[in-house]
């Protein structure tokens, strides 16, 4: 299996552009979360969907910030207008279908954003 | 509210040496607990996992990590550590029946000297 496919790696872009960011959850797997990570914050959960569907985006920092998932094979997560302190690394994971909780959540190798 | 705590920013121990990277967690009812590892520019490596059973959990890389219900813990451990060990580690927590999210602590970074 190819893992979780994030696109793309590195993204430098300047204050007030629009920035796309991609996600291929592994195949098979139902639900999707987007996280991020900065050095002052650590790691923040998002947004997760379940079955395509958002459950809880909550940790959507602002309204900037908006993420979609039109089918079980794609993700995206957009922020606009982008910001200085919107740089951060953006991972993806995806887990199995399952109602106990224990699956485990796999996550993709990340895009580092930087706005300038 | 689940939590989880990892007291330690930096753990330093000799290669060879034995290791632990300390967790502890507060959260109803019997947790599930999950370790990753980040290697520099990469996402998050699953490493192990406590759902239920032996409180005892061997994983990958040779890391193994127990859970202590009376403590609200689970430290990571190796009996001999490699420099090639050298990043940085995450637990995480999750409810039982809850809609799948894990809450992260801080992460710990160690590291291995030769």
């Known amino acids: 299996d190819a893992g979780v496919i994030q696109s793309p790696r590195h993204e430098v872009t300047e204050m007030g552009q629009e920035v796309t960011l991609r996600c291929k959850p592994i195949s098979g797997h139902n639900s999707l979360f987007w996280y991020r990570q900065t050095m002052m914050r650590g790691l923040e959960l998002l947004i997760y969907?379940?079955?395509?569907?958002?459950?809880?985006d909550s940790g959507m920092p602002e309204d900037r910030f908006s993420a979609k998932m039109p089918n079980a094979s794609f993700s995206t997560l957009k922020i606009q207008p982008s910001e200085p302190r919107d740089s951060a690394v953006y991972f993806c994971a995806s887990t199995k279908p399952g109602t106990s909780g224990s699956n485990t959540q796999y996550f993709g190798p990340g895009t580092r954003l930087t706005v300038l | 509210a689940q939590s989880v705590a990892q007291p330690e920013d930096q753990v330093n121990v000799a290669e060879g040496n034995p290791l632990t990277v300390k967790c502890t967690y507060s959260v109803s009812g019997n947790p599930y607990l999950f370790w990753y590892v980040q290697y520099p520019n990469r996402g998050l490596q699953f490493l192990l996992k406590?759902?239920?059973?032996?409180?005892l959990v061997k994983g990958s890389y040779g890391f193994e990590a127990e859970f202590n219900k009376s403590q609200t813990s689970f430290h990571l451990k190796k009996p001999s550590a490699l420099v090639s060990d050298s990043a940085l580690y995450f637990c995480?927590?999750?409810?039982?029946?809850?809609?799948?999210?894990?809450?992260f602590g801080s992460g710990t970074q160690l590291t291995v000297l030769p």
């Open positions: 406590y759902i239920t059973g032996d409180n």
């Open positions: 995480a927590v999750r409810p039982p029946g809850s809609a799948r999210q894990l809450t």
């Open positions: 969907f379940n079955n395509n569907v958002p459950i809880d």
